[in-house]
């Protein structure tokens, strides 16, 4: 499953310099994939987690195209990407 995505890597609230990545998520790609109720899943448990290796999830609004959820910032980037670079998997 591949869902398109657009990433703002890297946002700074205005007030308190408090750093957050914005992942953007579009509906329609979500339905046509059959994974909304997926999505309502993950966000439910990744929003109560707490764990230093796990990206916490701030919060998440939506509008009537796209859903945005505001994470914690990874200045690394995707640890998969890490991985792939390794080529520890191929």
């Known amino acids: 499953m591949a869902i398109a995505t657009e990433t703002q890597p890297q946002l700074q609230h205005h007030t308190t310099s408090h750093i957050v990545a914005l992942?953007?998520?579009?509906?329609?790609?979500?339905?046509?994939?059959?994974?909304?109720?997926?999505?309502?899943?993950?966000?439910?448990?990744?929003?109560?987690?707490?764990?230093?290796?796990?990206?916490?999830?701030y919060g998440y609004f939506y509008d009537q195209k796209r859903i945005y959820l505001i994470l914690e910032y990874a200045p690394k980037g995707e640890l998969y990407n890490g991985v792939a670079e390794m080529q520890i998997f191929q």
Do not use: A, G, W
């Open 23 to 57: 992942k953007v998520l579009f509906k329609c790609q979500l339905q046509q994939s059959q994974v909304v109720h997926q999505l309502q899943r993950e966000v439910e448990i990744q929003s109560h987690l707490r764990h230093p290796h796990i990206l916490r999830l």
